[in-house]
């Protein structure tokens, strides 16, 4: 299904395409946009997502970056896993094989991250992968640890009710079936801002509407029990945070959280009026916060390439 939606919105096409292995054997598929020779960065998307889900950024990032994105396991193009092949330590996993399978040795880049793929930067933070290749990082509309607890998709007050039922509603094993008007006021309740477009709300609906029910209920229940803070304070890489004022999903306490936590916050930024899905609701304010961090600590390759001819030169 995933191949002829993304040919229908006329996605970006990848320079190339590979499957990155990961330490279980699990295939994880990449996509690489862009130049070679260009500045690198990486996107991680969220739960029930898929590398589409980047299409903004992509676009506007490939015409001067090497852009690598891939689909987290069990989306997109990206083989489902065994029964016990999803975990927190498994997106980890994965995306050291994503780095080492696209980037050289010692190759930095910045790393964006959405939801599932912020907490995925959070589990790899202890990971030789991602200590060797991540020159700073970007933490989209995500949490670390009680996402039950703080959720406010099920509109009741906090307790074990609510608890109870967001629950639920994570594990459901119900198929999420075609995209419907119904469907779509569903998803736009309950991950986007009331002002998103009728656009933005079907292109978000197309995307969680393809991800298999078997992997979307094994990473519910793995977000369900998640607890990554131990992984924020290990983050030590400079790190800037956003997040969506309406986002019910990870609302802004979990994001103010995170900065207070992290070694090296770069500021966190709410986006008034913004949802979950803020790379697709706010494509410009995510899109300009990775060059800016593009920019501040990643020189272009032909630079620094330059400078170690520099310093050699200066040594003989």
Same mark, same amino acid.
Not at 82 to 106: C, H, I
């Given at each position: 299904?995933?191949?002829?939606?993304?040919?229908?919105?006329?996605?970006?096409?990848?320079?190339?395409?590979?499957?990155?292995?990961?330490?279980?054997?699990?295939?994880?598929?990449?996509?690489?946009?862009?130049?070679?020779?260009?500045?690198?960065?990486?996107?991680?998307?969220?739960?029930?997502?898929? !590398?589409?889900?980047?299409?903004?950024?992509?676009?506007?990032?490939?015409?001067?970056?090497?852009?690598?994105?891939?689909?987290?396991?069990?989306?997109?193009?990206?083989?489902?896993?065994?029964?016990?092949?999803?975990?927190?330590?498994a997106l980890a996993d994965d995306l050291e094989a994503v780095l080492a399978a696209t980037l050289a040795p010692g190759e930095k880049a910045v790393l964006a991250g959405h939801s599932m793929g912020g907490m995925t930067l959070m589990?790899?933070?202890?990971?030789?992968?991602?200590?060797?290749?991540?020159?700073?990082?970007? *933490?989209?509309?995500?949490?670390?640890?009680?996402?039950?607890?703080?959720?406010?998709?099920?509109?009741? /007050?906090?307790?074990?009710?609510?608890?109870?039922?967001?629950?639920?509603?994570?594990?459901? /094993?119900?198929?999420?079936?075609?995209?419907?008007?119904?469907?779509?006021?569903?998803?736009?309740?309950?991950?986007?801002?009331?002002?998103?477009?009728?656009?933005?709300?079907?292109?978000?609906?197309?995307?969680?509407?393809?991800?298999?029910? /078997?992997?979307?209920?094994?990473?519910?229940?793995?977000?369900?029990?998640?607890?990554?803070?131990?992984?924020?304070?290990?983050? /030590?890489?400079?790190?800037?945070?956003?997040?969506? !004022?309406?986002?019910?999903?990870?609302?802004?306490?979990?994001?103010?959280?995170?900065?207070?936590?992290?070694?090296?916050?770069?500021?966190?930024?709410? *986006?008034?009026?913004?949802?979950?899905?803020?790379?697709?609701?706010?494509?410009?304010?995510?899109?300009?916060?990775?060059?800016?961090?593009? !920019?501040?600590?990643?020189?272009?390759?032909?630079?620094?390439?330059?400078?170690?001819?520099?310093?050699?030169?200066?040594?003989?």
């Amino acid at each position: 299904m995933s191949r002829p939606l993304r040919a229908a919105h006329h996605r970006p096409v990848p320079a190339r395409e590979l499957m990155a292995v990961s330490a279980d054997g699990s295939r994880i598929h990449v996509e690489v946009h862009g130049r070679d020779d260009a500045p690198a960065v990486v996107l991680s998307h969220g739960w029930t997502c898929n !590398t589409h889900f980047w299409d903004a950024q992509i676009r506007d990032l490939a015409t001067d970056h090497k852009v690598i994105a891939y689909d987290q396991r069990g989306h997109g193009t990206s083989p489902a896993a065994g029964r016990d092949g999803y975990s927190t330590e498994a997106l980890a996993d994965d995306l050291e094989a994503v780095l080492a399978a696209t980037l050289a040795p010692g190759e930095k880049a910045v790393l964006a991250g959405h939801s599932m793929g912020g907490m995925t930067l959070m589990s790899a933070s202890r990971r030789a992968g991602l200590r060797e290749h991540a020159a700073a990082v970007l *933490l989209c509309s995500t949490g670390s640890s009680r996402l039950l607890a703080e959720a406010r998709v099920v509109p009741l /007050r906090p307790g074990a009710v609510r608890t109870r039922m967001t629950r639920a509603i994570l594990g459901a /094993r119900a198929p999420l079936g075609p995209v419907t008007p119904l469907s779509r006021r569903i998803l736009k309740y309950g991950t986007m801002g009331a002002g998103s477009s009728p656009h933005r709300v079907d292109t978000c609906a197309r995307i969680v509407h393809d991800c298999p029910r /078997r992997p979307r209920v094994a990473w519910g229940h793995v977000l369900a029990d998640l607890d990554l803070d131990e992984g924020v304070r290990e983050l /030590r890489v400079p790190t800037a945070v956003i997040a969506g !004022t309406e986002d019910r999903l990870t609302p802004p306490v979990h994001a103010r959280a995170i900065a207070a936590a992290l070694p090296d916050c770069l500021g966190l930024t709410e *986006l008034s009026g913004m949802g979950h899905m803020t790379p697709v609701e706010a494509p410009d304010v995510v899109t300009a916060k990775i060059r800016e961090l593009v !920019t501040a600590y990643l020189p272009a390759r032909g630079t620094a390439v330059a400078e170690d001819k520099m310093k050699e030169e200066e040594v003989a």
